[in-house]
T-cell receptor, first 114, second 114 residues
Framework: GESVGLHLPTLSVQEGDNSIINCAYS??????FIWYKQESGKGPQFIID?????DKRQGQRVTVLLNKTVKHLSLQIAATQPGDSAVYFCAESDSGGSNYKLTFGKGTLLTVNP | NAGVMQNPRHLVRRRGQEARLRCSPMKGHSHVYWYRQLPEEGLKFMVYLQKENIIDESGMPKERFSAEFPKEGPSILRIQQVVRGDSAAYFC????????????FGSGTQLSVL
């Protein structure tokens, strides 16, 4: 989930397990949400997005759940693989519906143990 | 189709010098966005440019920072008289048609100010 200090929250899972990464957002006006994966030394890579008129969206091995009542977003990764190890960021759009002015959370470090 | 290309990957400057960061968007993309990332934090929006135009610079400091995206050549983020607080990773992203499209990020430029 969101970090509140200097160190990233971490999640350690075994290969093959399912992973759930959580994110809390504060802007009730946000209407577009994205999950990004960032590997060391690289830029963020798009994983999946969801608009506020939906509460669930599925991709390949990933599912995003949105709970607007409690302003909570989660990313579920099925059958986690070592290649999934990275920092995961949730991001929200808070500029009247455009997709570019994203506000990023502080990230969660996912470590997958073989 | 090459991705978003940023150079240099690493840039070291002394306080008071100028830093110039370059970004070549993906082929066919005419919209460019710059973000800054401090250690263990999420990315923060700085500026959105279209060819020869600044669309939104609301996230960019008013002093010392400027950005351009000329008709020919890469987008340039320029930081004059750098200070230690400018040390960060600077990411560029591009999209084909603007505000409703997904952003594709480059690998970033790590700026270190001594």
């Amino acid at each position: 989930g969101e970090s509140v200090g200097l160190h990233l929250p971490t999640l350690s899972v075994q290969e093959g397990d399912n992973s759930i990464i959580n994110c809390a957002y504060s802007n009730s006006a946000s209407d577009y949400f994205i999950w990004y994966k960032q590997e060391s030394g690289k830029g963020p890579q798009f994983i999946i997005d969801i608009r506020s008129n939906m509460d669930k969206r599925q991709g390949q091995r990933v599912t995003v759940l949105l709970n607007k009542t409690v302003k909570h977003l989660s990313l579920q990764i099925a059958a986690t693989q070592p290649g999934d190890s990275a920092v995961y960021f949730c991001a929200e759009s808070d500029s009247g519906g455009s997709n570019y002015k994203l506000t990023f959370g502080k990230g969660t470090l996912l470590t997958v143990n073989p | 189709n090459a991705g978003v290309m940023q150079n240099p990957r690493h840039l070291v400057r002394r306080r008071g010098q100028e830093a110039r960061l370059r970004c070549s968007p993906m082929k066919g993309h005419s919209h460019v966005y710059w973000y800054r990332q401090l250690p263990e934090e999420g990315l923060k929006f700085m500026v959105y440019l279209q060819k020869e135009n600044i669309i939104d610079e609301s996230g960019m400091p008013k002093e010392r920072f400027s950005a351009e995206f000329p008709k020919e050549g890469p987008s340039i983020l320029r930081i004059q008289q750098v200070v230690r607080g400018d040390s960060a990773a600077y990411f560029c992203a591009s999209s084909p048609t603007g505000r409703w499209e997904k952003l594709f990020f480059g690998s970033g430029t790590q700026l270190s100010v001594l």
